[in-house]
Nanobody, 127 residues
Framework: QVQLVESGGGLVQAGDSLRLSCAVS????????MGWFRQALGKEREFVAT????????RYADPVKGRFTISRDNTRNTVSLQMNSLKPEDTAVYYC????????????????????WGQGTQVTVSS
C-alpha cells in the first residue's frame, strides 16, 4: 500500500516563501509521476504542478508559474514544492499525489489521473 505524507505548511505573510515536502512509501515511486494539487475553502481541488517520473518534464498552473517550483528526489522517495512570492490567493490545503500509470514522459495535470493522495497540509497566506 502506498502512503504519502505532506509537511511544511504554515501561516505566512504575502511575499514570503514556503517549501512543502511529500514523503512517499512505495517501491514504484521512481516510475510514477507526482503532483501537487490544492483546494481552497469552498472551491474544487485544482492542479498546481506536476513532474514526470524522472524529473525531466514539469507542468505548472498559470497562477503559480514563475513562483513555484516542483522537484523530486528519487533516491529519497520525496517530492517538493518550493513556493515563493506567496499571495493570499495561494491559501489552500495542498495535496501531494501519485500518478496511476507508470513511465509517462509527460506529467498529467488532471486530478483523475492520480491514484494516490496524501492527507494534505494547510498553507495560509495573510495580506
Amino acid at each position: 500500500q502506498v502512503q504519502l505524507v505532506e509537511s511544511g505548511g504554515g501561516l505566512v505573510q504575502a511575499g514570503d516563501s514556503l517549501r512543502l515536502s511529500c514523503a512517499v512509501s512505495g517501491r514504484t515511486f521512481s516510475a510514477v509521476g507526482m503532483g501537487w494539487f490544492r483546494q481552497a475553502l469552498g472551491k474544487e481541488r485544482e492542479f498546481v504542478a506536476t513532474i514526470n517520473y524522472n524529473g525531466a518534464s514539469t507542468r505548472y498552473a498559470d497562477p503559480v508559474k514563475g513562483r513555484f517550483t516542483i522537484s523530486r528526489d528519487n533516491t529519497r522517495n520525496t517530492v517538493s514544492l518550493q513556493m515563493n512570492s506567496l499571495k493570499p490567493e495561494d491559501t489552500a490545503v495542498y495535496y501531494c499525489a501519485g500518478e496511476r500509470s507508470r513511465w509517462n514522459l509527460s506529467p498529467s495535470f488532471r486530478a483523475s489521473d492520480f491514484e494516490y493522495w496524501g492527507q494534505g497540509t494547510q498553507v495560509t497566506v495573510s495580506s
